[in-house]
Structure formats: C-alpha cells, structure tokens
C-alpha cells in the first residue's frame, strides 16, 4: 500500500537533522555500526517523515570502494578506476508505519541516488530472520550470496549479502 502522506527526502551529513536521525538509530537499538562517528568516509541516508514531519523511517549508507573493507585490494574498470558501492548500514522504519510501501520507497530512493552518485552497485548483510527486507530486496531485483558468520564464541548466525548493479 502506497501513503502519499509520507515524504521521502535525501539527506547527507550536513543535514540539520543529521544528529536526531543518529540519535533515533540509538534509540531504535540499531546496531552501532549504523553511524560510526569517526568513519571518514561520506553517510547518506534516504529518510521518510510524516505530515507532522517526524522521521518515520530511513535506509542509511555509506559509500566506498569494493574490496579494502575485507582487506583486499580495490577493484578497478579497465581503466584503471577504482569502483566503488553503497554499503547500507542500516534500515528501519517505526513499527506504526509498516506494510505500508515505506521500506520499498527508501530502497528505491537509495537505489536512485546511488546511480546520481556514480557508484557500480548497492550491496548490504542481513540476517536470515529479517523476513520482510528479504520480500523488498527480492522483489527490487537483487541477487544474493549467502553468508555464514562464525563468532568468537564459535556460534554462526545464517545471513544473506544483497548485491544490486546500478
Ligand atoms: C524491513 C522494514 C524496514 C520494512 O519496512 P516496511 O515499510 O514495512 O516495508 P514495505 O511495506 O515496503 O514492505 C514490507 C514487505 O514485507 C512483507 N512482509 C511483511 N511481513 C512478512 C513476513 N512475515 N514474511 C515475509 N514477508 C513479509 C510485505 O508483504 C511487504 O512485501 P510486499 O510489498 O512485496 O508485499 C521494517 O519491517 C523494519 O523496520 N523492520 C525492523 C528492522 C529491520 O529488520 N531492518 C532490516 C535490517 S536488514
């Protein structure tokens, strides 16, 4: 179901809400790897808000080269051209306002603005449990590559890299 009455917008950093989006993240109990505060690198986010104007949801991203983030080298076009992706870091949207289409509309507006800003791909990490982003990313046309993480303690968590060319 589509809710014309929410409005989608494109933050950077230097959006003036930027610190209440970080701050509802840490209230939300997102992961801390959503924001990082000294990461150097550029953080986007496709941010959703109601007609009161309040941040109902958003899908947050980083940009980067392919390949250095697992400590290999960086893959190039045969120019020589380092290429690089949205990573998301995180998406969320408030219990009230779900099964609305807002999830679908933050991944379609990250997919958009990833193109405007001349990245090869988007690709983020979920968990096997995250049943509805697995309906979006499938419906969106991702491809998946499964993933098995291994922890300290030697327990696994079963989860899916989504990997979209833009
Ligand atoms: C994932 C999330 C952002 C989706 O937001 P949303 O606004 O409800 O998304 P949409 O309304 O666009 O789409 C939800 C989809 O989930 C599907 N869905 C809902 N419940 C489902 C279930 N139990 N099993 C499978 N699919 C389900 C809906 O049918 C819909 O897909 P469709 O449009 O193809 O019918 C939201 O559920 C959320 O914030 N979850 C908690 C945080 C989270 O899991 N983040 C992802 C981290 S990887």
Redesign the pocket.
């Known amino acids: 179901?589509f809710d014309p009455a929410v409005v989608l917008e494109f933050w950077d950093e230097s959006h003036p809400r930027w610190e209440e989006l970080k701050a509802l993240s840490k209230f939300l109990g997102d992961s801390p790897y959503v924001f990082v505060d000294d990461d150097p690198l550029d953080f986007y986010a496709a941010v959703a808000l109601s007609p009161t104007n309040e941040i109902v949801?958003y899908h947050v991203f980083l940009i980067q080269p392919i390949g250095p983030e697992i400590g290999i080298t960086e893959i190039k076009d045969r120019d020589g051209n380092s290429l690089q992706e949205a990573k998301i870091r995180?998406?969320?949207?408030?219990?009230a306002?779900?099964?609305?289409?807002?999830?679908?509309?933050?991944q379609k507006l990250t997919l958009e603005k990833a193109a405007e800003l001349g990245v090869f791909q988007v690709r983020?990490?979920?968990?096997m449990s995250?049943?509805?982003?697995?309906?979006?990313k499938l419906?969106l046309g991702f491809a998946c590559q499964p993933d098995l993480r291994t922890f300290r303690d030697g327990s696994t968590a079963e989860g899916v890299y989504w990997v979209k060319r833009v």
């Open positions: 179901m949801g995180g998406l969320h949207v408030l219990k306002w779900r099964n609305r289409g807002i999830g679908t509309r933050l983020s990490r979920s968990e995250k049943v509805e982003n697995y309906s979006i419906k």
